[in-house]
């Protein structure tokens, strides 16, 4: 089931002179998992990859957990929006992201009763085709959590088309402090594995690969369990755990594409073209499986309160909650440092912990150590391209941009760049690198096609909500029509059920 092979890539690793991230601290499982119950929430209706959501609430409605509260424009790329906290919408107003995003925030008070919409309870019969667990992947909200915020039906749904051969589950959580997913595979592990096998027949694959680091062979023996209780249901789909070696960073899909097959995809390449496989956060699996089994759409996460000054905490939150109340929940009482909303080099900081929420991407706040980083001219080094995982000179690149030549940029490959924040961190001159370079490369991604969501259309009739998950009694228009798109997915909602 588990492979001897340890796979990796020849890039972007960190000297012991400099930042060793094998030599992070170790996950140490937690004996409960603490749920927050936040005073309020502030829900963003654009918490991944698309346009806005719009609210389908107002102020002064009572909202349930569960209910959906804002949903995807009529014939627009979005994703529906729910709330996990029952209590009272007291305003709805425009909001500013740390990464930019402006959006409607929908607020609600706690009236902490935890009431939930009556959809939420387990599916009695799981005789789903493809078509039906698309649509409830859909209704449910859910988007990848590791990364953009692609929505994981039309991932599938280019997977399908693609006709991949092989699923892979993504718990290569390698960022220093961080351990959320880490946790959803301790705890959840039934969860991620019935999540990527339901996904998988989805997509038309017959295998599926759970990727875990070498370091982290304790979760094996949970997952192992949990790949044979899958097989009753799932006797199709063949398993197998690889391991690969602890490395930053580990998970991201052309570095895997480098690991497993030894390929190397251009910007414009995807994984399911080039390697027949489809690549799927293990959070997101586990909230896949909350949804197909339990009709619970995507509400709440797993969050890493952690840091180089805090102890280290992993909590269930509600979408929506304030940082503040996140850190108290934490246990995090000093915060002098900078507070980052996110991973340690990755993440963004923040100024207004009690107006920034948690979003669906929001997968740890770390509190770093006030310390002032000394800024010098560049040494040239060259640690940075020494250590960039993607092979890139973020010195050179970074020049070219101060000097305003964009041209020069993209020809030394600066699209390229993931935002890892590796050579910030190692640069011995304290040069902010990854920003310019990131957004440079952002840039790019958004002008250019994205091949993930080419081609895929959404259909939403969202007349008469109401008081609904979007999971509630869902139908499959089994017929369909002779003149709808054969390459769209259908989303039929229960629009017109009055509560």
Not at 231 to 239: A, C, M, P
Not at 326 to 345: E, F
Not at 403 to 423: D, F, H, L, N, V
Request: glycine share 8%; charged share 20%.
């Amino acid at each position: 089931m588990a492979s001897g092979k340890r796979y990796t890539y020849h890039k972007g690793f960190l000297s012991d002179n400099a930042l060793d991230f094998s030599k992070r601290s170790s996950f140490i499982k937690e004996i409960l998992l603490e749920r927050v119950n936040p005073t309020k929430v502030i829900i963003p209706c654009k918490q991944h990859y698309g346009v806005s959501a719009v609210p389908v609430v107002k102020v002064g409605d009572e909202v349930k957990v569960g209910q959906c509260v804002a949903m995807p424009p009529k014939g627009k790329f979005s994703l529906a929006v729910h709330s996990g906290i029952s209590g009272r919408v007291t305003e709805i107003r425009d909001i500013k992201l740390p990464n930019g995003i402006e959006c409607p925030a929908i607020v609600i008070v706690n009236d902490m009763k935890m009431s939930r919409v009556p959809s939420i309870r387990h599916r009695e019969s799981m005789n789903l085709d493809s078509k039906d667990v698309l649509g409830i992947i859909s209704n449910a909200g859910i988007c990848g959590l590791g990364g953009e915020g692609i929505p994981t039906a039309a991932k599938i749904d280019r997977a399908r088309r693609a006709c991949v051969d092989e699923v892979l589950v993504n718990a290569l959580q390698s960022e220093p402090y961080s351990t959320s997913d880490l946790m959803i595979m301790s705890e959840y592990p039934g969860y991620v594995v019935m999540g990527a096998a339901a996904v998988a027949r989805a997509c038309g694959a017959k295998k599926v690969s759970i990727l875990i680091s070498e370091k982290r062979k304790m979760l094996a023996e949970g997952i192992t369990t949990a790949i044979t209780n899958a097989k009753h249901d799932f006797n199709e789909i063949s398993f197998e755990i690889k391991y690969f070696k602890e490395r930053f960073p580990q998970g991201y899909y052309r570095l895997v594409a480098k690991a497993l097959y030894g390929v190397n995809l251009t910007p414009e390449e995807t994984l399911e073209d080039k390697c027949s496989a489809v690549l799927f956060n293990c959070s997101t699996l586990c909230a896949c499986w909350e949804a197909l089994s339990e009709n619970v759409p995507l509400m709440n996460r797993v969050v890493s309160v952690t840091g180089d000054i805090a102890s280290g905490h992993n909590i269930i939150v509600p979408i929506g909650t304030p940082v503040s109340e996140v850190l108290a929940a934490g246990k995090t009482s000093d915060i002098s440092g900078p507070v980052v909303w996110g991973n340690s080099l990755t993440g963004l900081a923040i100024e207004d912990p009690e107006n920034t929420p948690i979003i669906k991407l929001t997968n740890a706040i770390t509190v770093i150590r006030k310390q002032e980083t000394p800024r010098t001219p560049c040494i040239h080094c060259g640690l940075c391209a020494q250590n960039c995982p993607m092979g890139l000179s973020p010195h050179i690149i970074y020049e070219m941009l101060k000097q305003g030549m964009p041209k020069k940029a993209e020809e030394e490959g600066a699209r390229t760049c993931i935002s890892c924040g590796i050579c910030s961190y190692i640069c011995p001159a304290g040069i902010r690198l990854t920003p310019r370079i990131a957004q440079f490369a952002a840039e790019g991604r958004i002008i250019g096609e994205n091949s993930l969501l080419h081609n895929t259309s959404f259909k939403y009739e969202i007349e008469g909500i109401g008081d609904l998950s979007l999971l509630e009694d869902y139908v499959t228009d089994k017929e369909g029509s002779a003149n709808d798109d054969p390459d769209a997915i259908e989303l039929p909602f229960d629009g017109g059920k009055t509560v």
